[in-house]
């Protein structure tokens, strides 16, 4: 590309960026400064090493006390959590046994429900199987009773057709004549 070309795309950019309204950064401007601290600019300049590195130690003491101070601030801290984590986690706990232990009441008491209402079942259905043997028992003694009746009217009956078959007077003459000749009826 020649230098000319060159020259008229710069010049081109530069004007197209000049017309356009891009907002500047004026961060300068709209920044806000921090209030005056009274460490910055309090070193005194030492006039001899000795008084620096007397100076430099104090500050080094002052400083380790510092951190000193912010880790056991630190540690206070993190064992107040995890005494808070351990209390609500003792809490939770205590939360989950209380509602086992419901649970399990309530389950205890359904099975005592149901053991009841088997009892019952069972005791009823005793109470019916006794029911139908007794009224089976009934039926069959009134059944034996219907036979013994009947066979007693059977014998009843063959006795007087056995009387009427064979007189009286002819009774004795009639037994006689069977023994003697011992042939079946």
Same mark, same amino acid.
């Given at each position: 590309?020649?230098?000319? /070309?060159?020259?008229?795309?710069?010049? %081109?950019?530069? +004007?197209? @960026? @000049?017309?356009?309204?891009?907002?500047?950064?004026? $961060?300068?401007? /709209? $920044?806000?400064?921090?209030?005056?601290? +009274?460490?910055?600019? @309090?070193?005194?300049?030492?006039? /001899?090493? &000795?008084?620096?590195?007397? &100076?430099? %130690?104090?500050?080094?003491?002052?400083? %380790?006390?510092?951190?000193?101070?912010?880790?056991?601030?630190?540690?206070?801290?993190?064992?107040?959590?995890?005494?808070?984590?351990?209390?609500?986690?003792?809490?939770?706990?205590?939360? /989950?046994?209380? %509602?086992?232990?419901?649970? &399990?009441?309530?389950?205890?008491?359904?099975?005592?429900?149901?053991?009841?209402?088997?009892?019952?079942?069972? =005791?009823?259905?005793?109470?019916?199987?006794?029911?139908?043997?007794?009224?089976?028992?009934? $039926?069959?003694?009134?059944?034996?009773?219907?036979?013994?009746?009947?066979?007693?009217? &059977?014998? =009843?009956?063959?006795?007087?057709?056995?009387?009427?078959?064979?007189?009286? +007077?002819?009774?004795?003459?009639?037994?006689?004549?069977?023994?003697?000749? @011992? +042939?079946?009826?």
């Amino acid at each position: 590309m020649p230098t000319a /070309t060159r020259f008229v795309v710069r010049s %081109a950019v530069r +004007s197209f @960026s @000049s017309t356009t309204n891009i907002p500047k950064n004026n $961060h300068q401007k /709209t $920044h806000q400064f921090l209030e005056p601290n +009274s460490f910055v600019g @309090s070193w005194d300049r030492p006039r /001899t090493p &000795k008084e620096a590195e007397a &100076k430099l %130690a104090g500050l080094r003491r002052d400083y %380790a006390k510092q951190i000193k101070d912010l880790r056991r601030e630190y540690m206070k801290d993190t064992e107040l959590i995890r005494l808070e984590k351990q209390r609500k986690e003792e809490a939770r706990l205590e939360a /989950t046994r209380i %509602a086992n232990e419901e649970r &399990k009441k309530l389950k205890a008491e359904a099975a005592k429900v149901k053991a009841e209402e088997r009892k019952i079942a069972r =005791e009823e259905f005793q109470q019916t199987l006794a029911k139908e043997r007794a009224e089976k028992l009934e $039926h069959w003694r009134m059944g034996e009773r219907k036979r013994e009746e009947k066979k007693r009217e &059977k014998k =009843e009956l063959l006795r007087r057709q056995s009387s009427v078959w064979i007189n009286e +007077s002819e009774w004795e003459k009639t037994i006689v004549e069977r023994i003697v000749q @011992s +042939s079946p009826l």
